[in-house]
């Protein structure tokens, strides 16, 4: 078994934690667990970064900001936002990328992981027409690519 490198954002962090009423936000949520579960037995490594961080201390709801952070301490790796990282989120942020997605491209990007993995699919169409230096997938895709390959 391979072992990937991964960067969750915010986003999927979150996943486990949304309303599963809604068929899209369950599989989400069910493939994060799954990719999360490889990460804690040690098959994958996850990385995070200041950004992730940052965007977790702004969540309102106390106790899913609590849930959200446990998920996120799982990280074996944790990206320092640099001047080159913020260089590289502005030249992001110039092909259309918002500042936060930016950003947490910037540090996938530095960090050499193997996919950013996101449920936002504003990121995932601009990242569909970008030149990135990471590769930017739903973790539903990701995770289905991944098991058909072994």
Not at 76 to 105: C, M, N, Q, W
Not at 126 to 139: M, Q, Y
């Amino acid at each position: 078994m391979k072992k990937y490198r991964i960067y969750l954002d915010v986003c999927c962090l979150n996943r486990p934690f949304d309303d599963q009423t809604q068929d899209r936000i369950r599989l989400e949520a069910e493939s994060i667990i799954i990719i999360l579960s490889n990460v804690e037995v040690d098959n994958w490594t996850l990385v995070s970064s200041e950004v992730v961080d940052f965007e977790i201390s702004r969540i309102l709801d106390e106790e899913k900001k609590q849930k959200v952070r446990i998920l996120s301490s799982m990280a074996k790796e944790h990206i320092v936002v640099t001047d080159e990282i913020e260089k590289r989120a502005i030249e992001l942020e110039k092909l259309g990328f918002s500042p936060y997605d930016a950003l947490h491209i910037a540090c996938a990007e530095k960090a050499k992981v193997d996919v950013l993995l996101t449920t936002d699919d504003k990121l995932l169409r601009k990242a569909l027409n970008a030149r990135l230096l990471v590769e930017v997938r739903s973790p539903i895709e990701w995770l289905l690519e991944v098991i058909k390959s072994e």
